[in-house]
């Protein structure tokens, strides 16, 4: 993805939740919707929905670490 629209983005956010416009919640909301995309999924969430081992998901996912939790991203 294009850097400068990474960055167009970040700072409409950051605009908005200065000026008050966007409350936890919203951006609690945001946070799921592009989860959503992502198809998020901590890896033991992720190993139980698709039958797999936790370290079977771990050693062969694609594994991020967002807040401190490690997540599986599956959404080829």
């Given at each position: 993805?294009?850097?400068?629209?990474?960055?167009t983005?970040?700072?409409?956010?950051s605009?908005?939740?200065?000026?008050?416009?966007?409350?936890?919640?919203?951006?609690v909301q945001?946070?799921e919707?592009?989860?959503g995309?992502?198809?998020?999924?901590?890896i033991?969430?992720?190993a139980?929905a698709?039958?797999?081992?936790?370290?079977?998901?771990?050693?062969?996912?694609?594994v991020v670490?967002?807040?401190?939790?490690?997540?599986?991203i599956?959404?080829?």
């Amino acid at each position: 993805m294009n850097q400068s629209l990474i960055d167009t983005i970040c700072d409409h956010l950051s605009h908005r939740i200065i000026n008050g416009e966007l409350a936890n919640n919203d951006l609690v909301q945001i946070i799921e919707h592009v989860g959503g995309y992502l198809n998020l999924a901590t890896i033991s969430n992720y190993a139980k929905a698709n039958d797999l081992s936790y370290n079977g998901a771990k050693k062969f996912r694609d594994v991020v670490v967002i807040f401190d939790t490690k997540f599986i991203i599956d959404n080829q």
